[in-house]
């Protein structure tokens, strides 16, 4: 098994490409300019639209190895989808994770989705009340609190 080197990746507007050796790495072949023959292709890693690309770099590097990469990557896995089999999270969703007060990992980041799946639902309810109803008779004590609930008081401590 042949280990990321962190030198030999190459980053070219949105694409992070990898030009080391491991095992099944594709050379070019004919037809191709005479001066690649026989060079290692460059392979595809990932496409970053919003940064990102250092912590995913990184985290590749220290908890994968070329081949084992590579294999999920070929049978049709994303990019991050790969990095998640290991636990990584995505630097802006760790950032929007710690200002809600969730743990940054993925298990935080199932929580925080259900959480606002949840609230989304009660605020749905609380918008297709009829004129005549009133929201204390329909909705229970932990409801009304989650609709009172403003997604800003993390700020105030």
Known sequence: MTKFQINEFTYNGKFLHYTGDFEGAKVYAEPCHPSRLGKRQPSFVARFRYGGMNQFRNFLVKNFTCEEYFKL????????????TKGYVDPKTKMLLVKNGYMPTLEGRTEYIN??????????????????????????????????RSPWNHLNG
């Open 73 to 84: 990557s070929n049978a049709g896995m994303s990019p991050l989808a790969i990095l998640e």
């Open 115 to 148: 959480e606002q799946i949840e609230a989304h639902a009660i605020r749905m309810k609380h918008n297709a009340l009829l004129p005549h109803q009133d929201a204390e008779t329909v909705f229970s004590k932990e409801e009304l609190q989650t609709l009172t």
